[in-house]
Nanobody, 122 residues
Framework: QVHLVESGGGLVQAGGSLRLSCAAS????????MGWYRQAPGKQRELVAH???????NYADSVKGRFTISRDNAKNMVYLQMNSLKPEDTAMYYC????????????????WGQGTQVTVSS
């Protein structure tokens, strides 16, 4: 069982930046994939970015060049640095863990945080 707690969301103007943090209850060095997903009202949850234990990363096309995912194995933390934010980035952001790559890289794992709201005003 992996417990995840997100923080760092808030209200920001378009063009601004936020850094989301995800604290894990387990040693993330043992978790194959950590990811960030988001869900806007009326839309499906979508992958934002993920990072593997080998530090390979993948990003949604809509955030490439603006967002950066990183992990600090010593602190059991995963971060999402979000720059040049746009109103369309407004959503609830969720941290996700897939310790054993149970579902492959294209699907989320079983463990979710409670989410942190990001609102970007125009």
């Amino acid at each position: 069982q992996v417990h995840l707690v997100e923080s760092g969301g808030g209200l920001v103007q378009a063009g601004g930046s936020l850094r989301l943090s995800c604290a894990a209850s387990e040693r993330i060095i043992n978790i194959h994939v950590m990811g960030w997903y988001r869900q806007a009202p009326g839309k499906q949850r979508e992958l934002v970015a993920h990072i593997t234990s080998g530090d390979s990363t993948n990003y949604a096309d809509s955030v490439k060049g603006r967002f950066t995912i990183s992990r600090d194995n010593a602190k059991n933390m995963v971060y999402l640095q979000m720059n040049s934010l746009k109103p369309e980035d407004t959503a609830m952001y969720y941290c996700n863990a897939d310790p054993g790559l149970k579902y492959g890289l294209d699907s989320p794992g079983d463990y979710w945080g409670q989410g942190t709201q990001v609102t970007v005003s125009s």
